[in-house]
Antibody
Framework: QVQLQESGPGLVKPSQTLSLTCTVS??????????WSWIRQHPGKGLEWIGY???????YYNPSLKSLVTISLDTSANQFSLRLNSVTAADTAVYYC????????????WGQGSLVTVSS | DIQMTQSPSSLSASVGDRVTITCQAS??????LNWYQQKPGKAPKVLIY???SLETGVPPRFSGSGSGTDFTFTISSLQPEDIATYYC?????????FGGGTKVEIK
């Protein structure tokens, strides 16, 4: 059974960089058929896709965040990461990592979510 | 971006009732639509993919239909454990986008 687990600071100051890591267990991120994804949910709101990365490094980002976001892979650690630059209070959200499976084009496994608050 | 509009935003129904949620896309997405269930404090869980295919292990009281721009999600007999917020999500075009959610409560 694949499991994903987010980790990273729960508090980030405005204008700084938000960094989260997702550790994948029960499967390798270095295999085809999946996109490794980040999704966020503002408090009490809906879901926003941030972007995803394929195992050989191709990345796809939401244009609303594209200039500020970087998603990267660390295949040796079976992890992938999110960096969001120049954060503001509007970036306060629960951040989920998730696996997007190409066979069904759906997010089939998710992390439990990591609340990140942007505040001085 | 493709806008996904769900309705209603919330509903209250009795145990055993048939519950229907609709999702409208701002352009034709054929059947490139998924439905997710999110319980409070938890991550979403996929229930339906490809508009009408039931994810493995999901009870058959959940179903989906539709194509083009109009989609329907149905719970044939509402159970107490179905209390959650339900989201549609399109994958026809990037960026992937979700509907605003429908909160289902027990009357």
């Amino acid at each position: 059974q694949v499991q994903l687990q987010e980790s990273g600071p729960g508090l980030v100051k405005p204008s700084q960089t938000l960094s989260l890591t997702c550790t994948v267990s029960g499967g390798s991120i270095n295999s085809g058929g999946y996109y490794w994804s980040w999704i966020r949910q503002h408090p009490g709101k809906g879901l926003e896709w941030i972007g995803y990365i394929y195992y050989y490094g191709s990345t796809y980002y939401n244009p609303s965040l594209k200039s500020l976001v970087t998603i990267s892979l660390d295949t040796s650690a079976n992890q992938f990461s999110l960096r969001l630059n120049s954060v503001t209070a509007a970036d306060t959200a629960v951040y989920y990592c998730a696996r997007f499976v190409m066979a069904t084009n759906s997010f089939d496994f998710w992390g439990q979510g990591s609340l990140v608050t942007v505040s001085s | 971006d493709i806008q996904m509009t769900q309705s209603p935003s919330s509903l209250s129904a009795s145990v055993g009732d048939r519950v229907t949620i609709t999702c409208q896309a701002s352009q034709d997405i054929t059947t490139y639509l998924n439905w997710y269930q999110q319980k409070p404090g938890k991550a979403p869980k996929v229930l339906i993919y490809g508009a009408s295919s039931l994810e493995t292990g999901v009870p058959p009281r959940f179903s989906g239909s539709g194509s083009g721009t109009d989609f329907t999600f149905t719970i044939s007999s509402l159970q107490p454990e179905d209390i959650a917020t339900y989201y549609c999500q399109q994958y026809d075009n990037l960026p992937l986008t979700f509907g605003g959610g429908t909160k289902v409560e027990i009357k």
